[in-house]
């Protein structure tokens, strides 16, 4: 199934575009998106783990089950002021 | 848990109002949401602005400005010229005077009604307990991943609302962190990101908008909070995108494993926080980190210009942006963005020498720590970066 990640902010730089598609079986975890992020983007490896991910506009810890649809957002912290 | 805006009511059936006073606030008085009461409420209320910066500049003029009674301000900077595109708590003839003095003359002509407390401090867990225990709404306008863990743990330690907003290039957040009422920052982020990882505002740009925005919502939340009225943004996290001018909303919700804010905290003081975000001292200010002998694996501007001026042939490699280097760059140098090191590795030489520099030190190094892991082992930072060079080789260098 293909997810399609919102990449913000850092991220975004990173990742060098503002979304990722990635290809995750059916039952994978918001942890598995993340591994599998990193995996595509490699630049991401240190930031991937230390940002929050949103599904369908609502946090979500690394258990979370993706379901076909799913809105996911990866939002690195931030600290300028 | 208590929140120190319980007691409001009561502290604002106290306070009066001046004619002058109601002349000043007749726009808030005749709408019914604020009124006599709510303009009382604001005038018993007290904030601490943590940062006179980017975003506390919108929350300063405002909050003054809206009758916010007392007003608490920390900061220990001084104002630089590259403050001025977006700080606007300061202006041009500023330049060089503490924060602090430009912040307080600029809130008192606005409005001498306001009491002002100033902090010109740090910061710390030696102090932060006792300079937020005075206040109703602590809003975190801060700069830095370390000091915004600490605001957090002490809002929370205190049961103080921490009105949050961050910003990053063209990316805001904001959110109310309430103790007791919705999450706190560790349940969004338990684990700050490794240091260099997010740029600072220094490193990374800031449009100068940016924060103006995000510290007007920021400014909403506080006077929404003391006046009790609307729906406070506790358990949303709303975020900003200025490119595409978007706002988007995520639920956060508190995590009961939270070691600060949990069913069962472990955290139950304040700790050592630049250590538990892995910094060995931020970002220090050019002229401090240019100075002293070079340490290990360090190369000193000076030694540079040696080097040059006797015809070596040395390999300087920089590792800032394109951006960046149309500003000023060392002359000889070769650019290689740190963000496309790993994609271009192969046009560089195991085997050679190589001088790494970056605007003041830290990329560069975070650069070294790659390339080290890649096999390279002939590699040293150019200690204080270009602004070193600039300070020291090349006066006319311009810096930024
Ligand atoms: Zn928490």
Redesign the pocket.
Known sequence: MIFHVRLFARARDLGGADHAALDLPNGATVADMRRRLVALHPQLADLAGKCAVAVDAEFADDNRVLTEGAEIALLPPVSGG | MNSPLDSLAARAGQVNLSSQEVARYSRHLIMPEVGMDGQKRLKAASVLLIGAGGLGSPLGLYLAAAGVGRIGLVDFDVVDFSNLQRQVLHGTPDVGRPKLHSARDRLQAINPEVRLDLYETHLTSANALQILGPYDVVIDGTDNFPTRYLV?DAC?LLGKPNVYGSIFRFDGQATV?YPGRG??????YPEPPPPGEVPSCAEGGVLGVLPGLVGCIQATEAVKLILGRGEPLIGRLLLYDALEMRFREFKVR??PM?????DNPTIKQLIDYDQFCGVRGQEAPPAAQAAGSPGLGETTVEQLKQRLDRGEKVFILDVRNPEEVQICRIPGSVLLPLPSLPQRLRELNRDQEMIVHCKSGMRSQRAIDFLRQQGFTKLSNLKGGILAWADKIDPTMPKY
């Open positions: 957090n929370v962190f999450p706190c920052y560790r349940c969004l508190r995590n939270c070691p600060m804010c949990g």
